[in-house]
Nanobody, 121 residues
Framework: EVQLVESGGGLVQAGGSLRLSCAAS????????IGWFRQAPGKAREGVSC????????YYTDSVKGRFTISSDNAKNTVYLQMNSLKTEDTAVYYC??????????????WGQGTKVTVSS
């Protein structure tokens, strides 16, 4: 059974850091693109970052460039999202997803349940 489980969310003050984890089972993360998405209350889901297996590149939405870093630990079959210099506008539920390549949410077939990040001012 393919499963993705996010963890690491919580409450943090603006300027702080969190590291989100996306633990995979039922498949090998190094064989898929893994994306991080977020959805804030009342807003549409937004792509945050993605790590591509085909070319080894990482992608970031403009609002998190220079602050967030995506990485993977193949031995642990886990992908991480290190979030630094957090802002109140980063508050959202964060989801990881697996798909064939980095693109819009529609290409990702497997999703985790989400982990909530709240950044206070």
């Amino acid at each position: 059974e393919v499963q993705l489980v996010e963890s690491g969310g919580g409450l943090v003050q603006a300027g702080g850091s969190l590291r989100l984890s996306c633990a995979a089972s039922g498949f090998t993360v190094e064989d898929y693109a893994i994306g991080w998405f977020r959805q804030a209350p009342g807003k549409a889901r937004e792509g945050v970052s993605c790590i591509s297996r085909s070319d080894g590149r990482s992608y970031y939405t403009d609002s998190v460039k220079g602050r967030f870093t995506i990485s993977s630990d193949n031995a642990k079959n886990t992908v991480y999202l290190q979030m630094n210099s957090l802002k109140t506008e980063d508050t959202a539920v964060y989801y990881c997803a697996a798909g064939p390549f980095c693109a819009t949410a529609g290409v990702f077939g497997s999703w985790g349940q989400g982990t909530k990040v709240t950044v206070s001012s």
